[in-house]
């Protein structure tokens, strides 16, 4: 009776515990869209050390990418908090809370970020939705659902699914600064794959592998040079695409990856859906072209 109630103890300590956030080699694969081509690629993200500022150890990620909808877009330095996952910010010179894996729903607390044009502070709240748990590898690993709640006058906000050792799914630090709806450059938007010398690899089966890349036909651009776009972006209703070929068939994918519109045509009616980022897919049938706007209330 004693041995069983022993190992009993050791197994729920194990399945009740906190997992080390981003052992040092831990690697992350993402999506990378870009602005003005169907191309598709990837960018691998990935902690090679652990280095002391303030008298906090933490983790350094190599993130190296001026993404659009990414506000660290070199290091990422974290250090674990008892449930809490704490983040320096080089701008500030502070570290700030970025998640809570100890939180409950409906639990909230604020994130300080510089506004990129203007250099003044901005404030974003975090709030846990609905929490849940995940096994990965025979690990069970705490999930959130949770809403990043912006300044009015970003005109968005968005949702995440946030993973114990991974962060959120859309990118592990998933805040944004108020010009990446407008932005002309890159996107990250989705994890691929997670690997780490704990739980192993884990795969989102979001793409075929961690590395898979598609590069758009040079015989199928000399079919059609034009270059599509949509518009307005942000949009309230209506949104249209620019194109000389009818119909375009469209998919609407959320920030989850959830596919929730589908059709046909030279526009589509928005209005419907909660504020936020969103991905669209257009098909023409011998051409696809993913790209993403924003859906907000003027």
């Known amino acids: 009776m004693k041995i069983f109630i022993l190992l009993s103890l050791i197994f729920f300590n194990t399945i009740g515990s906190a997992q080390e956030w981003a ?29 002391e500022i303030d008298g906090k150890s933490c983790k350094r990620i190599n993130i190296d990418y001026a993404a659009c909808n990414n506000y660290f877009s070199q290091k990422l330095f974290t250090y674990s908090q008892g449930d809490s996952l704490m983040v320096y ?29 203007e250099g003044s502070i901005d404030t974003i709240q975090i709030q846990v939705d609905s929490i849940g748990q995940e096994y990965i590898n025979g690990t069970a690993l705490k999930k959130q659902f949770v809403s990043y709640t912006y300044p009015e ?62 590069k758009w036909g040079s015989s199928y651009k000399t079919i ?44 589509t009616d928005v209005s419907a859906l909660a504020e936020g980022l969103y991905i669209i897919v257009l098909d023409s049938g011998f051409k696809k072209t993913t790209t993403l706007f924003i859906r907000h209330e003027p």
């Open 153 to 214: 006058e970003y005109h968005f906000n968005t949702q995440g699914i946030v993973l114990e050792k991974l962060g959120d799914i859309v990118f592990l630090a998933n805040i944004n600064t108020s010009f990446y709806g407008f932005c002309d450059v890159d996107f990250i938007v989705y994890l691929r794959c997670y690997e780490d010398t704990e739980i192993g690899f884990y795969s989102t089966e979001h793409r075929d592998s961690c590395t898979w890349s598609y």
């Open 89 to 117: 910010d080089p701008q500030l010179g502070i570290f700030q809370m970025l998640y809570n894996f100890g939180a409950e729903p409906g639990d909230k607390w604020n994130y300080l970020i510089v506004e990129y044009f």
């Open 23 to 51: 052992p040092v080699g831990a690697k992350w694969h993402y999506d990378i869209l870009y602005a003005f081509s169907p191309d598709v690629g990837y960018h691998e993200v990935y902690c090679d050390s652990i280095v």
């Open 224 to 267: 059609n040079e034009e270059n599509l776009r949509i518009f307005p972006n942000p949009v309230n209703n209506i949104l249209y695409f620019s194109t000389t070929e009818l119909p375009y068939k469209y998919q609407i994918f959320n920030g989850l990856g959830q596919l929730i519109l589908t059709g046909e045509g030279q526009n």
